[in-house]
């Protein structure tokens, strides 16, 4: 066991505080890392509010940066002193992760989200004698020291920027690869962003790597919207002063959107995002609402060839897309830099409610 630091909270609704706890030294296929970021996402803020089930007290931080201290037996691609990059962790060897897509691993909920502990069910950090709710996505990295999974790390060059690389795990990947690896959009094509928090802007950084036609950027905040063009869209609308779904058909010549992208869970949104697709159009739905959060669809609208799709974590694969994020970020084509803001652990509430009110897309915590 090595003692750390946590953000610890203690039951939903609670805010995270800090401690002292024990995380256990790596059992086989784990390692143990140095954390030298984490950026916080709303999954996190989810799982405190109580709107996912997880062992509380517990460890949150799912996105995140370090350096290797220790491996486990049969741990073969770290070893000490590498730098690493955490992101969620798979069984590697069901049907989907042997395809590829790990994101729909068949025991991704269990080991990611909702049980706290080891796929065996044993805990990986205490307080005092009394387990905590840990290995969430495989690692629980609001922490000084993280008890990861060997399939959440992937390595980076030791030259590799690891602060401002830590949001690559979950969000950047999750813009890039809904656009990347799903929509995939066609040379000339329109693509449209609901909500331009960090997972939009991921998405309308991957759409400007493409020979698009027109990025169109949607959100309430105008430094956001500003932020969307200066990273690649074409058009922003803010809502709270055109009418999204007309001004989009207008744009588009009354031919609607070729790929929308939801990021805000927000059922009325969706809606839009559905509605607003050119005949053959695609909408990627990324954002996650309260679990029955139910939406309609106009059916005779979805005759042209409209197509729907739900996105965990941009299905990629992060041994693969990570890297790619990191060359890009190495060229300055991935302006990660305009996004994040920097925190001391003890300051993960007020890095949350920065957040929601807009005023930080992508906090980071500095270790
Ligand atoms: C989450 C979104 C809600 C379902 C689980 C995965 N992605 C990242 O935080
Ligand atoms: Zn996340």
Known sequence: MITTTAAIVEEPGAPFTVHEVSVEDPRAGEVLVRMV??????????????????????????????VVEQVGTGVTKVKPGDKVL??????????????????????????????????????????????????FFGQSSFARHALADERSVV???????????????????????????ILDPAP?????????????????MAAAQLPL???????RVPDRLDLATELGATHTL??????????????????????????????GVLRTAVDTLAARGTCAIVGAPPGGTEVSLDVQGMLTGKKVVGVTLGDGEPETLLPQLVDLHRRGRLPLEKL???????????????????????PVVRF
Not at 213 to 219: P, Q
Not at 254 to 264: E, H, Q
Not at 340 to 362: C, F, N
């Open 37 to 66: 970021a984490a950026g916080l996402c709303h999954t996190d803020l989810t799982v405190r509010a109580g709107g996912i089930p997880f062992r509380l007290p517990g460890i949150l931080g799912h996105e995140g940066a370090g």
């Open 213 to 219: 036609k027109a990025i169109f950027a949607i959100d």
């Open 155 to 181: 390595r980076v060059d030791h030259d590799a920027p690891l602060e401002v690389l830590a949001p690559l795990g979950c969000g950047v990947q999750t813009g890039f690869g809904t656009v990347w690896n």
């Open 238 to 267: 803010d809502v709270g002063w055109v009418d999204t779904a007309k001004t989009l058909m207008e744009l588009t010549g009354g031919r609607g959107v070729d790929y929308t992208v939801d990021t805000t869970g927000n059922p």
């Open 86 to 135: 955490l992101s969620f962790t798979s069984c590697g060897h069901c049907v989907a992760c042997r395809d590829g897509h790990p994101a729909y691993c068949d025991t991704w909920l269990p080991s990611n989200l909702i049980s706290g502990a080891r796929d065996d069910g044993s805990p990986t950090v205490y307080r005092g004698r009394d387990p905590l709710g840990g290995h």
């Open 188 to 204: 000339g094509s329109t693509l449209a962003v609901f909500g331009a928090g960090a997972v939009g802007l991921a998405a309308i």
């Open 340 to 362: 994040v803001r920097y925190y001391p652990l003890e300051a993960l509430d007020q890095a949350a409610q920065d957040m929601h009110q807009g005023t930080t897309i992508k």
